[in-house]
């Protein structure tokens, strides 16, 4: 069983269970939390990265921290009592991957944990909060770089439950790349972008969003940032409602120079990041991706759990403060490290999902 619910998940899971479907003999049951269920953050994803549908969804939705978890929880024990899983995989680290981690181990049905080791050192993150705990539960933790391993060996989890197995989204990314190069060209012309000549941005933390004063921050380098260079937002709903709801919306529309679009769908994410010449965000995927396509990346959060994007000089930490994310910004020039994408790096060349699934299958506890 494969329990996910969340944009990130969709992406990360998706050559996961390419991968299981391949293998004979092996039942799949793909369970959605249904944590998003907006078009444009979830069913537009199943379709561009060829999931199976779903076995259930479990139409969790919206709700504070402890009713989205626990009605997942609740949902998911269910589902798992009427399914009897031989193992149940979870990845990343969103509500419904503690509550599926939770729920399963309290019926002591092995987890796999895909992204396991991944750390912030934030605990005001409930993604650190989510992802400590979930590691902490699994039986088989699936690292995605050495960094992610040697955090989990910190924690004192046993070698043996450790698998430095390389990024799923590496794999992903792989696949979706061609497909995002040959529809770019109509795409920019229908958002009248020229090739690295724009600002990608994305935000969606309640860190950033919620706070009036961060978002105000974000607004005013934005901007500022139009006045030189065509800027591209597709905002996460909790962004847009933000902006909304604090009056930023009508000096952003009232800017041509920035393009306020809905959520896009993944192939039009990698299609627009390809062709970026910076990235400006607060997403944890974005990073890596930005990092394997040599985009230089701006991320507005004081940590990341990707300090190999920092090392590689792709990658800078802001707060969200309008002078320095403009400086930061500004300053950042296109293919400072080049694309990693099919290179030597820490997130693997690829091959990540195959792994996973080889180590499932030849594990003992894995007993179907
Ligand atoms: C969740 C994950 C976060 C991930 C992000 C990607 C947790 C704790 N957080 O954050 O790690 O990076 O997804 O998007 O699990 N909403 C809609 N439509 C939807 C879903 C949500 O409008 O389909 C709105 C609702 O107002 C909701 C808000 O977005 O209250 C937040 O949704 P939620 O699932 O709580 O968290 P995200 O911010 O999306």
Request: hydrophobic share 40%; aromatic share 4%.
């Amino acid at each position: 069983m494969i329990v996910l619910g969340a944009r990130p998940q969709f992406v990360k899971s998706a050559p996961v269970i390419h991968e299981l479907l391949k293998r004979r003999g092996l039942k799949l049951q793909l369970i959605n939390s249904g944590q998003h269920y907006d078009y444009e953050l979830s069913q537009i994803f199943f379709d561009q990265l060829k999931l199976p549908p779903h076995a259930l969804n479990l139409q969790v939705g919206s709700g504070s921290h402890a009713i989205q978890t626990a009605k997942a929880m609740t949902r998911i024990e269910q589902a798992i009592l009427k399914l009897k899983p031989a193992l149940v995989l979870v990845p990343g680290d969103t509500n419904t991957t503690l509550a599926a981690a939770l729920a399963a181990a309290k019926l002591t049905i092995p987890i796999g944990h895909i992204e396991a080791g991944a750390r912030s050192f934030d605990m005001t993150m409930p993604e650190e909060i989510n992802r400590r705990v979930t590691d902490h539960i699994s039986t088989m933790l699936f690292a995605p770089t050495k960094n992610a391993e040697h955090n989990l060996q910190n924690e004192g989890i046993a070698a043996g439950r450790i698998f430095q197995v390389g990024d799923t989204m590496v794999d992903t990314l792989r696949t979706v790349l061609p497909t995002a190069r040959e529809s770019q060209k109509s795409l920019l012309e229908k958002m009248r972008l020229n090739k690295q000549d724009f600002l990608l941005v994305t935000a969606h933390r309640p860190g950033n969003v919620d706070n009036e004063e961060h978002l105000r921050g974000i607004v005013n380098a934005l901007l500022r940032i139009s006045e030189t260079r065509r800027v591209v937002f597709p905002a996460h709903p909790r962004a847009m409602h933000n902006l909304r709801s604090r009056g930023f919306i009508r000096r952003i529309r009232r800017w041509s120079n920035i393009s306020l679009t809905k959520p896009l769908g993944y192939v039009e994410m990698i299609s627009l990041l390809d062709a970026a010449s910076a990235v400006l965000t607060d997403s944890g995927g974005l990073q890596k991706e930005a990092y394997l396509l040599g985009v230089p990346c701006t991320t507005m959060r004081k940590s990341t759990e990707w300090p190999e994007t920092i090392l590689a000089q792709a990658n800078r930490l802001v707060d969200a403060n309008s002078q320095k994310i403009i400086r930061n910004v500004l300053d950042s020039r296109r293919t400072r490290t080049g694309m990693r994408l099919y290179d030597e790096n820490p997130f693997s060349r690829g091959g990540a999902s195959r792994r996973i699934v080889n180590t499932i299958l030849s594990n003992p506890l894995f007993d179907p």
